[in-house]
């Protein structure tokens, strides 16, 4: 640390990141330099060879064995066929949003705007209406979802106090040609 100090002034404000450019420095200027050998790339290419064979010759081996009904315990490499045979989801796998109805068909929604507020890519937009229904204070005239900019953090679920809009469609493709198929509606959302 001596030999640092006659640099910088070891109590000034940028002390800590000239130490850090220091230690790189020291680090890429007595790197040790590859050998032939290594500079041919042939070490990693092979390891990379075996790895992979490994690998291979293990699932196939297991997968030979369970065909004749031996080693059932130890499971190889499982492939899922996508469009045929979807992978089985978790439950908690946040997917496509939907907002709940009521009875009556209407949505659950009360237009608190929470959801919206709480949104941190902001891709929500709730218009509030008064609802006929006494009982009911306000209802969304119009809940917009832009598909494009929602990052699935499921914030919106967590903040919701009627429980209206939830993540668990199970639908996980939700590519579309244009950005304007990706902005859902009051009554996209609730099919």
Not at 92 to 105: A, Q, S, V
Not at 109 to 130: G, L, N
Not at 178 to 187: A, G, L, N, Q, V
Request: net charge positive; glycine share 4%.
């Amino acid at each position: 640390m001596k030999n640092l100090e006659k640099y910088f002034d070891p109590k000034g404000p940028f002390a800590a990141l000239r130490v850090s450019q220091m230690k790189r420095a020291w680090k890429q200027s007595n790197r040790r330099q590859l050998t032939w050998w290594e500079n041919t790339y042939f070490p990693m290419l092979i390891s990379g060879i075996f790895l992979t064979s490994k690998h291979f010759f293990y699932n196939v081996t297991f997968h030979i064995l369970h065909l004749f009904g031996i080693a059932k315990k130890t499971k190889g490499a499982i492939t899922f066929q996508y469009p045929e045979m979807p992978r089985p989801l978790s439950s908690r796998l946040r997917t496509r949003h939907r907002l709940t109805k009521r009875e009556d068909g209407s949505p659950r929604c009360v237009a608190c705007m929470m959801c919206e507020t709480v949104c941190p890519a902001r891709c929500i937009e709730i218009t509030a209406a008064e609802h006929p229904d006494p009982n009911i204070e306000k209802y969304p005239a119009e809940f917009i979802l832009d598909l494009g900019k929602c990052v699935y953090c499921g914030f919106c679920v967590e903040v919701c106090p009627e429980d209206a809009i939830r993540m668990d469609t199970g639908r996980l493709d939700i590519a579309e040609y244009s950005r304007e198929s990706m902005i859902y509606d009051k009554k996209r959302l609730m099919e």
